[in-house]
């Protein structure tokens, strides 16, 4: 079949904007010399805000502090029920108080290598800058940080690092940051700084010759079509895990905002970069919603088997030892369980694949604990895992203290998202991407910990300067809601909305959902081929057809109506799809969360192809029906070493 | 039928909107014993619109505990039977076949119905910005290691700083107090030294933002606490309350 798209070498559109200079000083510098908006000024600007997760709320608490005045606006009835509050391990800081030899260098390094050197450096180095502050600025909120008996903060490790730097608060590290930035912002709304707009879903971006000068919104409540005009738009909304439809984020998490943007001209970088965590609760059936993750710290003191015989149906206590293959420990006898994500979620697929995965799906792969309960007792067991066991317990109603675990691989973050520069600006002047929503630093594969610092760093420590700088080289006229593009985007959000409830088929929002997850699973997930990613989009066109034609929502558009916000966000997941598929097909290579299987070393590992793919692909949307135009901004390292990754 | 699959006749809360009247109805549906509370309404809703009928409005996000979203009161029990669960936590296999379940909404006058089983718990975002918060701004910090605070005292603070602001507190409660939720981020921030230059005018506007809001008061009633999903002690009403006397000496 052929795949049509342009492609625009060292590409003049996307210009990154990376200060010139030595590594180390480029943010300093960057910081010295851009221009600054006085308070005086600063107060007749409208910057809107949406989203507020971590880098949303970060973002509006801090410039509405600087003297902006800030819109939020977000889906949830509160900024607090933002996806970040799930997030449970940790954030990286370089703070080295372990004095075991960490540096901003090092955190710098091992996000690039984690990466599969598919990032840009100047970002990732000032990334690592700012992680120190982050931490600084949650503990002055009031965030309780885990610490220890002489009252000093508290670290663990993650995976990917030799050094002790992830901070956290138990299990509910995303929690407290987030309600840490939300009392930032809440201060903000009584100081009359900031609108908290809250169950405003926005569905356009408008732009007004080329800038982005605001966005039309949908008022959950009323189903009313609002618009709100600003000097500058944050998208900052977030991943697009929930392509899958099953995934451990959270059921509201789209890609709405970021992918009307994108048809508004903001190019989207990597679609294809998702990181796939091994450590799931599997689904127990149709039915099944949503997944849950637990921690991968389990791997530690679990033993990843399955049946050596394919569809062997008998209790796993009734295997006897030479009748199970420990595939991790055989396959990579020196990590053995503790291999990185990808590889350990990929090697679970394979052992299903060959009908030797157990449960009644047949989908997972027993992470048994006797050995260690035998070697450590229960009461160490449980002292290291006890709420985890807990919470598998809750889920599965099956006791991992007497039977293993299973477990499955799932959806758990996006590294791709818009494309943006150095400033965090899209290639839409005046639209900026923060957090997840943008194409990120991690490159193509995510290292733990390393979300919540960058959503907080780009909320917090670079956007006040960046923005600042855009707002004072640009003579930005004030713009009415009155304005015809604003007119224009109300009319076209309304037919559409007219146009989904008006189908009257057959198929739901959720069967639509699930058969589209099916096949982006299947096909652009832990491992993809050209001919199954050639198959994937003609399914993907498939479906896309079938939804405009044969989907069944019930209720009003003038009020609450959630299937009615699903099916949106539904039809805009099913055209990201297909993009992600084109991504991952012309992507000859391995990277990080990327494994195509034609590319592989004799050992099975990802193998770079770095003379040719070496770049981050942004792809520019021209029209409906009309080809994609694919440009390419060249990855340069001056910095580091490009190496390949082992774990045998 | 296996018997890994129980048939439920349900009565749920219908209320089109936040001005008209709302009734129970009934309605049916059978569901696996592993599904989770959340998704036995989903079945629920994926059978309703097939039907051509409206389906149920319901809060859920994270459905893991976290958010705060959902917000059922199940058999007259806010979040449900299970204990420090949400009820996205809970799961089917604690019912059984042919029960009748009630699911109705959160209600409290603080927190209008907006749609059958979804309210407007903005009045604690209300509550919040009236002084849950330290003023600090970004940038202004000082090395975080700078302020030492003891283990057992940090983790009595995030004992308190776990609360997801789900309303189960109100719900429960025979006055409808939002004194647990406010009690809470108060004690939150009296325990850690961040807190103490502005804990007077905390706790005094948010108390009087807790009552301008027309929660009722606290009688030490005790409910909040059993259905609190998180646990968080009564203490924290307590702690609240000392907080406040003092803060007019
Ligand atoms: C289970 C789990 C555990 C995790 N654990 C960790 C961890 O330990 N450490 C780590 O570093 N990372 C972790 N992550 C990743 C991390 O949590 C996320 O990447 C990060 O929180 C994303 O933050 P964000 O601010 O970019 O977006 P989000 O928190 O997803 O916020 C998005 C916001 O945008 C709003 N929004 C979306 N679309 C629209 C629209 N159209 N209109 C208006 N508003 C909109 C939403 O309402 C929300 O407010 C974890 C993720 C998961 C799923
Ligand atoms: S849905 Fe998030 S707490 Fe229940």
Not at chain 1, 275 to 299: A, F, N, V, W
Not at chain 1, 622 to 648: I, W
Not at chain 2, 32 to 59: C, Q, W, Y
């Amino acid at each position: 079949m052929s795949i049509n798209f342009k492609t625009v070498e060292n590409s003049s559109r996307l210009d990154a904007k990376a200060p010139s200079g030595p590594l180390e000083s480029k943010w300093k510098n960057h910081k010295k010399d851009v221009k600054l908006v006085s308070p005086a000024n600063k107060r007749k600007h409208t910057i809107i805000v949406v989203g507020t997760g971590l880098a949303g709320a970060s973002a509006a608490a801090t410039l509405a502090e600087l003297g902006y005045n800030v819109k939020a606006l977000t889906i949830h009835d509160s900024p607090r029920r933002a996806h970040s509050i799930a997030a449970q391990g940790g954030i990286n800081a370089a703070k080295n108080y372990q004095n075991d030899g960490d540096t901003i260098h090092r955190l710098f390094y091992d996000t690039i290598k984690g990466g599969d050197y598919r990032a840009r450096e100047a970002n990732v180095h000032r990334l690592a800058e700012e992680s120190v502050n982050i931490i600084d600025q949650a503990v002055a909120q009031g965030v309780p940080f885990g610490r220890e008996y002489g009252g000093v903060l508290s670290n663990r490790s993650f995976g990917g690092a030799q050094v002790s730097r992830t901070f956290y608060a138990k299990g509910q590290t995303g929690q407290q940051l987030l309600l840490g930035a939300y009392s930032a912002m809440m201060r903000m709304v009584d100081a009359g700084k900031i609108e908290l707009l809250t169950r405003r879903e926005m569905l356009d971006l408008v732009t007004v010759d080329g800038v982005a000068r605001g966005v039309v919104a949908r008022n959950l409540e009323t189903g009313e079509i609002e618009k709100y005009a600003g000097s500058a738009v944050l998208l900052c909304t977030g991943g697009y895990g929930n392509v899958y439809y099953l995934s451990t984020n959270a059921k509201n998490s789209n890609v709405t905002a970021a992918w009307r943007a994108h048809k508004k001209g903001a190019f989207f970088g990597n679609p294809c970069y998702v990181q796939i965590h091994p450590t799931c609760i599997p689904q127990s059936g149709d039915y099944q919603s949503k997944l849950t993750l637990m921690s991968e710290s389990l791997r530690n003191d679990g033993r990843v088997w399955v049946p050596k015989k394919e569809g062997d149906t008998r209790k796993p206590v009734q295997i006897p030892e030479d009748e199970r293959d420990y595939f991790l420990e055989r396959k990579y006898p020196s990590f053995g369980n503790l291999v990185p994500r990808d590889v350990a979620s990929r090697n679970a697929k394979y052992a299903c694949d060959e009908g030797r995965g157990v449960g009644a799906t047949g989908k997972a792969v027993y992470l048994d604990f006797a050995d260690s309960i035998k070697r450590l007792g229960q009461k160490t067991i449980e002292d290291r895992y006890g709420n985890l066991f807990e919470m598998y317990e809750r889920i599965t109603g099956d006791n991992p203290y007497e039977t293993p675990m299973r477990i499955y691989p799932a959806v758990h973050y996006t590294m791709g998202g818009l494309w943006v520069d150095y400033n965090l600006m899209t290639t839409v002047p005046g639209c900026f991407a923060l957090g997840e929503a943008n194409f990120s630093d991690h490159g193509a594969n995510r290292l733990g910990a390393s979300a919540l610092m960058q959503g907080l760093a780009d909320g917090y420590f670079v956007i006040p300067y960046t923005l600042g700088d855009y707002i004072a080289n640009n003579s930005l006229k004030p713009v009415s809601t009155d304005h015809d593009a604003f007119k224009a985007s109300v009319v076209e959000q309304e037919e559409r909305i007219n146009k989904l409830l008006n189908i009257n088929g057959n198929k739901t929002t959720l069967e639509f959902h699930r058969e589209l997850g099916a096949v982006v699973w299947d096909n652009i997930g832990m491992s993809r081929t050209k001919e199954g990613l050639e198959e994937a989009i003609v399914k993907i066109r498939a479906i896309k057809e079938e939804f405009w034609t044969n989907l069944k929502l019930t209720g009003e558009k003038n009020t609450f109506n959630k299937y009615l916000e699903f099916a949106g966000r539904v039809a805009d997941f099913i055209e990201l799809a297909e993009l992600m598929a084109m991504d991952a097909w012309h992507r000859n290579e391995s990277c990080g969360g990327h494994f195509r299987e034609e590319y592989q070393t004799p050992d099975g590992e990802a193998l770079r192809n770095d003379d040719e793919f070496a770049y981050a692909a942004a792809w520019e949307f021209a029209g409906e029906g009309k080809e994609y135009t694919m440009h390419k901004e060249n990855l340069v390292f001056e910095n580091v070493k490009l190496s390949q990754r082992s774990y045998k | 039928m296996s018997k890994e699959t129980i048939r439920l006749k349900l009565k749920v809360w219908r209320q089109e909107g936040p001005k008209v009247k709302g009734e129970l109805k009934n309605y049916e549906v059978e569901i696996s014993t592993h599904a989770s509370f959340l998704e036995m309404l989903d079945v629920l809703n994926e059978d309703l619109i097939h039907k051509g009928e409206r389906p149920v409005e319901f809060e859920h996000d994270c459905r893991e505990g976290i958010c705060g979203s959902c917000s059922l009161v199940v058999n007259g029990m806010a979040h449900g039977p299970q204990a420090n669960t949400a009820v996205c936590q809970l799961h089917m296999r604690h019912f059984k076949d042919g029960e009748t379940i009630t699911i109705e909404p959160w209600r409290a006058s603080a927190f209008p119905i907006v749609k059958d089983l979804v309210v407007d718990r903005s009045a604690f975002d209300r509550i919040i910005s009236a002084g849950g918060f330290i003023s600090v701004n970004t940038g202004s910090a000082t090395d975080a290691n700078s302020i030492l605070i003891g283990k057992d005292l940090a983790d009595h603070a995030f004992d308190y700083a776990t609360c997801i602001g789900c309303g189960a507190c109100v719900a429960a409660c025979p006055n409808a107090s939002a004194s647990l939720f406010t009690g809470a981020k108060i004690s939150q921030l009296a325990l850690l030294p961040q807190g103490d230059p502005e804990r007077k005018r905390r706790v005094q506007s948010m108390v009087n933002q807790m009552d301008v809001e027309g929660f009722g008061d606290c009688s030490n009633h005790g409910e909040c606490e059993a259905v609190c999903p998180k646990g968080i002690s009564i203490s924290a009403i307590a702690m609240m309350r000392r907080e406040y006397v003092k803060s007019y000496f």
